[in-house]
C-alpha cells in the first residue's frame, strides 16, 4: 500500500508561482510513475506532468515551460513547481502514484488563481 499526501495549494494572483508537494509513505519502493493531474470545476481530469523511476519528466503543452515537476532522490516526495501561472490552471490538483501492484490517488490540493 502507498499513501500519498498533497500540500501547496491556495491562492495565487496571475503571474505568481506555488510548489505542490507530494508525500509519499509506506510501499514507495514499489513506485515507478509519479504524475500530477488536476480538475478544474466542470472539467475532465487532465495529466499535467509525469516524472518515472528513471527520471524522465513529461509535460502536458499547457503547461510546458511554465511548471517543473522534480522528484526527490529518495523518491518518496514529487514537487510541482508552477510558475507564471494563469486563471485557467484554477483547478484541484491529484497526486498520482503507479506501483508495481496498484495506482494510488492523494486527496487533491486546491490551487485557485485570481486575475
Known amino acids: 500500500q502507498v499513501q500519498l499526501v498533497e500540500s501547496g495549494g491556495g491562492l495565487v494572483q496571475a503571474g505568481g508561482s506555488l510548489r505542490l508537494s507530494c508525500a509519499a509513505s509506506?510501499?514507495?519502493?514499489?513506485?515507478?510513475?509519479m504524475v500530477w493531474y488536476r480538475q478544474a470545476p466542470g472539467q475532465q481530469r487532465e495529466l499535467v506532468a509525469v516524472?518515472?523511476?528513471?527520471?524522465?519528466?513529461t509535460y502536458s503543452d499547457s503547461v510546458k515551460g511554465r511548471f517543473t515537476i522534480s522528484r526527490t532522490n529518495a523518491k518518496n516526495t514529487v514537487y510541482l513547481q508552477m510558475n507564471s501561472l494563469k486563471p485557467e490552471d484554477t483547478a484541484v490538483y491529484y497526486c498520482?502514484?503507479?506501483?508495481?501492484?496498484?495506482?494510488?490517488w492523494g486527496q487533491g490540493t486546491q490551487v485557485i488563481v485570481s486575475s
Open positions: 516524472t518515472t523511476r528513471s527520471g524522465s519528466t
Open positions: 498520482y502514484a503507479a506501483a508495481l501492484w496498484g495506482e494510488y
Open positions: 509506506g510501499s514507495i519502493f514499489s513506485i515507478t510513475d
